[in-house]
Nanobody
Framework: QVQLVESGGGLVQAGGSLRLSCVFS????????MGWYRQAPGKRRELVAS???????NYADSMKGRFTISRDNAKNTVYLQMNSLKAEDTAVYFC??????????WGQGTQVTVSS
């Protein structure tokens, strides 16, 4: 069974930075594709960024150049460095884990609020 615990959210001014962390509990973290998603009030959950077991990254267009996803397999942790934050980045950010055709696992989410 996989458990994901996010941390690092909070309140920040526009233009500021935050780093989110997601700790993976379970087996074989290194072979999972890890992702960050976000959901703003009244909107659908959307992909922010993902990183494969080999380190290949993918970003939503609006996050390219501002956000960086990374992973530390020794710590079973995935990170999301968010720079140049905007008010429209305000959302609950969720960590996701998937492996092949297996189920998706989700964390409980961490709130990010950007004040303008």
């Amino acid at each position: 069974q996989v458990q994901l615990v996010e941390s690092g959210g909070g309140l920040v001014q526009a233009g500021g930075s935050l780093r989110l962390s997601c700790v993976f509990s379970g087996s074989l973290f290194s072979i999972n594709t890890m992702g960050w998603y976000r959901q703003a009030p009244g909107k659908r959950r959307e992909l922010v960024a993902s990183i494969t077991s080999t380190g290949t990254t993918n970003y939503a267009d609006s996050m390219k150049g501002r956000f960086t996803i990374s992973r530390d397999n020794a710590k079973n942790t995935v990170y999301l460095q968010m720079n140049s934050l905007k008010a429209e980045d305000t959302a609950v950010y969720f960590c996701n884990s998937r492996r092949g055709a297996g189920p998706d696992y989700w964390g409980q989410g961490t709130q990010v609020t950007v004040s303008s």
